[in-house]
């Protein structure tokens, strides 16, 4: 079973800036994807940015820029978020995926106040 660990988040102020890390156990399987999704209240999860374990990455249409994934160490991944808005408050998640399985980490919470 993969274990996903996520790490960072919490309050930040508009205009801030907060990292998210994740880091997938008990997987040996390549290549993988990794990935953040977000899922405010009442409202559907969705992708963030995917990073695949050649160092792909791909972002939803309203990061705009201002985020980036990258790979940190095999199984690892670190998501920068700048110039933070209160409509990218959500509970974030991390997503391991390979050609077997998928698997979700817990999820962090991220508040942006205005």
């Known amino acids: 079973q993969v274990r996903l660990v996520e790490s960072g988040g919490g309050l930040v102020q508009a205009g801030g800036s907060l990292g998210l890390s994740c880091a997938a156990f008990?997987?040996?399987?390549?290549?993988?994807?990794m990935a953040w999704y977000r899922q405010a209240p009442g409202k559907l999860r969705e992708l963030v940015a995917s990073i695949t374990s050649d160092g792909s990455a791909q972002y939803a249409d309203f990061v705009s820029g201002r985020f980036t994934i990258s790979n940190t160490n095999r199984y690892a991944v670190h998501l920068q978020m700048n110039s933070l808005k209160p409509e990218d408050t959500a509970r974030y998640y991390c997503k391991f995926q390979t050609w077997v399985r998928s698997d979700w980490g817990q999820g962090t919470l991220v508040t942006v106040s205005s």
């Open positions: 008990g997987s040996s399987f390549s290549p993988y994807t």
